[in-house]
């Protein structure tokens, strides 16, 4: 038997390289995936003890006072002791702001305690002095030498770099600066940790519900906090390897049944010369196993290989990352996996192949019989698998449950596939039809639905991948209007510009609407007033069209005055508020809201009560949509200078958008990996089909079919077959994005509506069609260049 | 148009001259065919015989211009063959020549009717009534034309073939072992039908066969061993026909 076994291998080496390719993806995928997943571990795990800055305990505490109250009992006895955490400020230099907020970690004047990574310059020896990092100083332009101000107003400081640093990842600050100095920063300012280097007793008298523990404790606590974040990360993408090999199962399914079928007259010969059932069975399935192994092994090598490249590239960006290292578990469990797949999907198709009788063989040449029948448990399954699925939907809507919609959307789609047999040859029959008549689209529609099963199954490997990228895409799409809606609601501003001390210049707000990247500016009249001593601008706001987002027009009701947030706490307990203007005390309505930035907003009927002189107090600007946050922020605050605070939610907006548009890229990327596959499992069936149809094609071409005539039936086949599986999917998709919507946003959101992302979904159809037709290229061509003569004299 | 066309035809329907064809190259070289010089005359029931490999069926292949000649040349209903290229040869099959093969001669999932019209579908000719009705009732298929070629007998099956080859009205059909899958009864049956189409449709027939019994009812028989023609015999006696054979496995 195992002549026979090998020959078999050599003789159908070629017939299986579909399959092998499939699984040489999934294995190679899983593999790169690990490498990339140690690298990023270690890269980010590398530098975690750093901060303890050599010392032996960890103080871990509450808020930045007790971190206070820790670093002056360490000052004041001479124990070494650093802070772990940071302030977020705005920075500027020479008066032009330089970002909104820049992370501020201490840098201690102790060189022993000194834990930061020098590249230039030298550190700190006194207060003013600050360390700034170097990944941070390329988009600003920050230089050893430059007096930066911390800080916003009178609260600022000013510091100067004296030398830069690499910081290493997850402890990404911009800025370092001596503890004096960052303490000034209490409202921003977040510690959580000291490295201390007294008795544990000595914190717990300073500070008594601090705890304390062995600094290596806190360190391995924390990479392994790094560690599950990567982990679930890895785990996400394993999901989407999960869905690959699945699809991977249908392919490789499918080909054994097909190869199956062609050789049922050798296995019944086999079968006469006195090879038992279970002989053959081992035989097969022992070819399966081979397969299996030789393709894990080249998607071992394949993946190890595509991760060295990725790390490398990876690294080009990101000099964090650690070196790509193959871990044994990794490489072992996508081993595995790629060999059970293998074998798993080979293991019904074996079955009944095998249960051919030995008398098959001597019958006379009838060719492989192409015929299956799709029994009636089956309908039945389908249909219990359809009605329980939708049921557990419509439950999972009402309830808003979510593992229930999985397991509901999973048995549903288990149900379309059971049905498929009938669904999709049905369906490709009309499509059929629709493409119009003539011999070669009848030829085709005829041929694609002569095995109902194998049909299905092809179209099914298809449609796992393009449903759920329609309903990825459609969901994200609705998540992205609905945090459109919110954050119009949030940010209705996309900057705003307040004057800190005096009016504006007059010629301020044209220069703004000259700016690159911006689409619209209001120029907003008011006085600069006192509010229990704080100075603030007060504007009236009349017509906002054009500038606000959202449905909210930020123009108070006569009386009323709209502050922000910062200014809440001066509203008195009857809800009013005293404003100074020009000595004179106007006692309001006060309401409190923000996004609208440093300036209480008032109705011009207010404002002409509080000042007859209304002079320039703030600008307001809308971005053209795809500005670049960063410059826009940048071109602004050169304008503004000193004169005005730079605020509004162009940055946040944009970096929202930023997040769907990479979570939508990554998914359908993921996703990709099993439409590629699916996709050469088209070509497999197609091929495999030509070699089964050859003397049929033989018989067509000599009475008369031209070779473009049967190269274009191979395409329409190929494209009836992709179209209908994506139509479908796509239809499927829709509706659980639907569901996905209402179960996950519909408690978040009043109506959680589903958003259509068309011109994504059509390109999705597109690019299945295209492929579908790439898909035939190959086998429509083998097809087309066998001559009559050739096809007839073939077995 | 066609009229003229069968007037003036010469009155050979179908030559070879020289025609040589190999397969393989090196230590694996095959000459299926040396050098072979023949004339079907139109009109006439031809019967081409030999052994197993002796070159019958490659030479049917390339008479029909189904598979290209190494050297020499092919001539078909006045045609040149050797110039033309997969579309012209396609398309000249489409419309000058008619097949019927041994076995798998029907697409299965077509009926008996849609298979006939098959080749007129495929050119887009329009169909001729007349003669369609006539091809259906020679080979007494009318009752049969919706049944798909799984619901037909072997006999039947042949029958619905050699309608297929003759409702295009081509200047030649080739048979390639038509009866070779089919009892006695039903290879009588369907070799009565071919010599029925020579002799009441006008048809030239050239049949491949190794059967003795299919040649006796051929007007003509042509001899081949080895790649050559050892004896091209005009209606043959029984004892001629085998002493021409045995000359031929000498």
Sequence with gaps: ????????????????????????????????????????????????????????????????????????????????????????????????????????????????LQWQDLESGRFPTADDEALADTNAAKSTGVAVGDVLRIGRGDDGRDVTVVGMVDSPVGLGNDLYVPWSTLRTFQDSLWVDAVAWGGSPSLAADLVPDSTTRAADDWVAERQAEISRGVDIIAVMALLFVAIAFFVAVLVIANTFSILFAQRLREFAL?????????????????????????????????????????????????DDMGAPALDPRWVGGAFAVGVLVTVAAAWLPTRSATKVAPLAALRPDTGPDVRSTAGRIRLALAVLALAAGSGALFLSIAAEVVPLMLVGGMVTFVGVLLLGPWLIPALVRLAGRLVGDGPVRRLAAGNAVRNPRRTATTAASLLVGVTLTTAVLTGLASSRSALDDEMDADHPLDATLSATEGPLDAGLAERIAAADGVAD???????????????????????????????????????????????????????????????????????????????????????????????????????????DAADLDGDLAALAGSSATLEGGYADRQWVDLQVDVMTGAVVGLLGISVVIALIGIGNTLGLSVLERSRENALLRAMGLTRQQLRRAMATEGLLLSVVATVVGTAIGLVFAWVGVQVLLGPLLDDAAVTVPVAQLAGVIGVAAVAGLAACVLPARRAARITPAAGLALD | MTQTTQNTRVHTAASARDLTKTYGRGDSLVHALRGVDVDLPAGRFTAIMGPSGSGKSTLMHCLAGLDGATSGSVT???????????????????????????????????????????????????????????????????????????????????????????????????????????????????????????????????????????????????????????????????????????????
């Design chain 1, 521 to 627: 500016t209001l120029a907003l009249d008011g006085t600069i007033a006192t509010i229990a001593g704080d100075a603030i601008p007060v504007a009236a706001v009349e017509r906002t069209l054009g500038v606000v987002r959202g449905t909210d027009d930020l123009s108070p009701a006569d009386g009323t005055v709209l502050l922000p947030y910062d200014e809440s706490e001066h509203v008195r307990k009857d809800g009013t508020v005293v404003v100074t203007v020009d000595g004179t005390r106007h006692e309001l309505r006060a309401e409190v809201g923000g996004g609208f930035g440093q300036a209480a907003l008032v109705s011009p009927a207010t404002l002409a009560g509080l000042t007859s002189d209304p002079r320039p107090v703030a600008v307001w600007a809308r971005a053209v949509p795809g500005t």
């Design chain 1, 270 to 318: 086999l079968r006469c010369v006195g090879v038992t059932r279970r002989q053959l069975r081992r035989s097969v399935r022992l070819e399966a196993l081979a397969l299996g192994v030789a393709a894990s092994v080249v998607g071992v090598v394949g993946g190890a290989l595509g991760g060295v490249a990725l790390v490398a590239v990876v690294r080009h960006w990101f």
């Design chain 2, 76 to 250: 078909v209903a006045g045609r040149d063959l050797a110039g033309l290229d997969d579309t012209a040869l396609t398309l000249f099959r489409r419309d000058h020549i008619g097949f019927v093969f041994q076995a798998f001669n029907l697409l299965p999932m077509l009926t008996a009717g849609q298979n006939i019209l098959l080749p007129l579908e495929l050119s887009g000719r329009a169909v001729d009534r007349v003669r369609y009705d006539q091809v259906v009732g020679v080979l007494g298929l009318a009752d049969r034309l919706g049944h798909l070629p799984s619901q037909l007998s072997g006999g039947q099956q042949q029958r619905v073939a050699i309608a297929r080859a003759l409702v295009t009205q081509p200047d030649i059909v080739f048979a390639d072992e038509p009866t070779g899958n089919l009892d006695s009864e039903a290879s009588a049956e369907v070799l009565g039908h071919l010599r029925r189409s020579v002799r009441e449709l006008g048809m030239t027939v050239v049949m491949v066969t190794h059967e003795l019994d299919a040649a006796a009812y051929a007007d003509d028989v042509v001899v081949i061993h080895d790649g050559a023609i050892t004896a091209h015999l005009s209606d043959p006696g029984q004892d001629e026909l085998v002493a021409a054979l045995r000359g031929g496995r000498a």
């Design chain 1, 1 to 112: 038997m195992r002549s026979v076994l090998l020959a078999s291998l050599r003789h159908h080496t070629r017939r299986y390289v579909a399959s092998a390719i499939a699984v040489v993806i999934g294995v190679g995928f899983v593999v790169a995936t690990g490498m990339l997943t140690g690298a990023t571990r270690e890269g980010l795990t590398a530098d975690t003890g750093a901060p303890t800055a050599g010392l032996e305990t960890m103080v871990s505490i509450t808020d930045s006072r007790q971190a206070d109250r820790l670093m002056a009992g360490a000052a004041d006895r001479g124990v070494p002791a650093v802070t772990l955490g940071y302030a977020m400020e705005p920075v500027s230099k020479d008066g032009i702001q330089l970002t909104r907020s820049a992370d501020v970690a201490e840098v201690s004047t102790r060189p022993a």
